[in-house]
């Protein structure tokens, strides 16, 4: 994907990584779109940077991705990059049902059939431009697994396999197929998150992810080097450590 001159859509923008992603390539010169459920947050966010258009969306529901979608496409009808950013994150204890099934039910909801919905609603419209991205966003924990945290991990492992696939199956189209994979980065995905010392700043994070994008256009994976530690461990041998060392507090292998 080109730094800039595209218009893009981030359903799932009104804070942490989206929003630090979508203000960054506005300033690269992006055509940009956030998107999410608080409105006013939206709000908020298009009075403090003009030229950012806001929508508001439920990627849980899919009849407000379809609203959405025609909003977005009414509005920008040259959009050609789609960033399914949105995401959700909940602690499991699998012990006893009470206490899981209604949160792995929706993580699965708003982690894998909000970008499967939001890849239909777009796909046809990204196939008629010449240069179009997707840009899926898993995890590290698609690669390793958080103990306390099973649907979420599940979840972006699906995200992960999800974009291979699309890769090949839309290699004979204008659409590329992009995964984030982010490390533990300071936001509030989670209680506490945003002052976990473990975890990335998240403007460090953002500025090696622009970076990445500008002087790696067709990277397939987005890495930052502090996610490599829990990607590669299977390929290096050492996926055993990279668990135990994930579940005492160490996600970036110190
Ligand atoms: N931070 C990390 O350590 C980390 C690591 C790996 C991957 N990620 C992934 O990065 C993405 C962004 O997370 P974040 O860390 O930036 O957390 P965050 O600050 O909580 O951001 C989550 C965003 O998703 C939106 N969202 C959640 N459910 C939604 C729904 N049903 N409909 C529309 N928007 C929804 C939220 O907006 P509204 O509440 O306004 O709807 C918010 O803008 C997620 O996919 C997450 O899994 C994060």
């Given amino acids: 994907m080109n730094i800039s001159g595209n218009t893009i859509f981030v359903p799932g923008s009104t804070s942490g990584i989206g929003l630090a992603l979508a203000l960054a390539l506005h300033a690269k010169g992006n055509t940009v779109i956030v998107g999410g459920r608080r409105a006013e947050l939206l709000e908020q966010i298009a009075a403090e940077h003009p030229g950012i258009d806001t929508v508001q969306i439920d990627t849980a529901d899919p009849a407000s991705i379809e609203a959405a979608a025609k909003q977005v496409l009414d509005r920008h009808p040259d959009l050609n990059v789609l960033i399914a950013m949105a995401g959700v994150m909940r602690v499991e204890d699998w012990h006893a049902p009470a ?3 209604a949160s792995a039910e929706s993580t699965v909801t708003t982690n894998v059939l ?4 939001l890849l239909a609603a777009f796909i ?4 008629a431009q010449p240069d179009a991205t997707v840009m899926t966003v898993s995890s590290g924990l698609a690669f390793a ?3 306390v945290t099973p649907s979420y991990n599940a979840s972006k ?20 197929i992009v995964e984030l994979e982010p490390p533990a980065v300071r ?11 473990a975890a990335m700043p ?3 994070f953002i500025a090696e992810v622009m970076d990445l994008i500008e002087t790696r256009p067709d990277a397939r994976e987005i890495q930052v080097e502090r996610v490599k530690f829990l990607r590669y461990g299977e390929a290096r041998g050492d996926y055993e450590q990279v668990v135990a060392a994930l579940n005492a507090g160490d996600p970036h292998g110190k």
Avoid at 124 to 127: D, N, P, V
Wanted: proline share 6%.
């Fill in 99 to 101: 206490s899981f099934l």
């Fill in 114 to 117: 909000g970008p499967i919905r």
């Fill in 124 to 127: 046809e419209h990204l196939q």
């Fill in 145 to 147: 697994p958080l103990k």
């Fill in 157 to 176: 492992a699906a995200i992960h396999m999800l974009s291979e696939t699309l890769r090949l199956q839309l290699a004979d189209t204008s659409v590329k």
């Fill in 187 to 197: 936001t509030a995905l989670m209680p506490g998150h945003e002052d976990n010392e």
């Fill in 202 to 204: 998240l403007d460090e």
